[in-house]
Nanobody, 118 residues
Framework: QVQLVESGGGLVQPGGSLRLSCEAS????????MGWYRQAPGKERELVAR???????NYADSVKGRFTISRDNAKNTMYLQMNSLKPEDTAVYYC????????????WGQGTQVTVSP
């Protein structure tokens, strides 16, 4: 069973920075796709950034140039560095990992709250 544990959320002022971490219970190099999503109150969950199966990085247009996704395979941990934060970045941020065996298995972390407010 794959477990994903996020950390690093909190309250930050506009223009500030946070770094989120997602630690996996298994080797992250085994994941087909791995990334970050977020869900603001009253809105649908949306993709923020992800590693594709070909190891490329995708970003939502709203975070390009401000957020950076990275990972440390030795620590089984993925990161999201968030700079120049805006109030509209306020959401619960979720770590996601997809495993493809004979079927597609999707795993989610419990989420970490990010609040950007003066």
């Amino acid at each position: 069973q794959v477990q994903l544990v996020e950390s690093g959320g909190g309250l930050v002022q506009p223009g500030g920075s946070l770094r989120l971490s997602c630690e996996a219970s298994v080797s992250i190099s085994s994941f087909y796709v791995m990334g970050w999503y977020r869900q603001a109150p009253g809105k649908e969950r949306e993709l923020v950034a992800r590693f594709t199966h070909s190891d490329n990085k995708n970003y939502a247009d709203s975070v390009k140039g401000r957020f950076t996704i990275s990972r440390d395979n030795a620590k089984n941990t993925m990161y999201l560095q968030m700079n120049s934060l805006k109030p509209e970045d306020t959401a619960v941020y979720y770590c996601n990992a997809r495993v493809v065996i004979s079927t597609i298995l999707n795993y989610w972390g419990q989420g970490t709250q990010v609040t950007v407010s003066p």
